[in-house]
């Protein structure tokens, strides 16, 4: 009798040591990235993860959004980033600048940044730690993951809950009447980039003078 072991297609050594060596490589890239001598806060040090629909911004767009923030926030300012992490990166080279700054993210990967790192997830808006006061951040700048009215709203009551007042929201174009309607934003004239060109154009909003227009 043949041993039905026979008809499950076995990999070769030879494929075997290359997948090996395969899952080896990304561990130690994984690695690197996280030890003292790589720049952990630059964009891009933690790779996007599609399936959780993280797009980086490009380098010029974190950028300029980390330096509206910061002047928007003020000296001794606090900013809080929603579901931004490469603007949260962005900030972090400035450290020492005269500001604080958190991140709120639902991606456990970026517990690497520590007590700045709060774990957000848009399903629980006010699922928040207590030391989070309500409106104790001088701008909170989101970018919610998702295209949907249900993603904004709920990230709006986050939003709403921790600023004093001042918001910058990163969403879709077609997201601009119902971000007017959740949070009385209005469209800039600055228009974000990501490092891979999306099929939606993305715009951002403000409910204050700033200068992204």
Known sequence: MD??????PQLSSHALAAL???????QHREGMKTSQGFNQYSVGSIEEDWQLSQFWYS??????????????????GRIACVSAPSVYQKLKEQDGKGFSVCILEYDRRFSVYGEEFIFYDYNHPLNLPENLLPHSFDIVIADPPY???????????????????????CTGAI?????????GVKICK????????????????????SGLD
């Open 147 to 169: 295209l949907s009215e249900e993603c904004l709203q709920k990230t709006a009551e986050t939003i709403k809950y921790l600023t004093k007042g001042k918001i910058l929201l």
């Open 59 to 76: 380098d010029e767009t974190a950028s300029c959004l980390a330096n509206e923030a910061v002047v928007a926030a003020g000296k001794g």
């Open 3 to 8: 041993d039905d072991d026979d008809d499950i």
């Open 190 to 209: 600055f228009i974000p980039k990501h490092s891979r060109n999306l099929a939606n154009e993305f715009r951002c909003y403000v409910n204050y003078a």
């Open 175 to 183: 997201m601009e009447e119902q971000a007017a309607k959740h949070l």
């Open 20 to 26: 090996q060596e395969f899952y080896l490589e990304q």
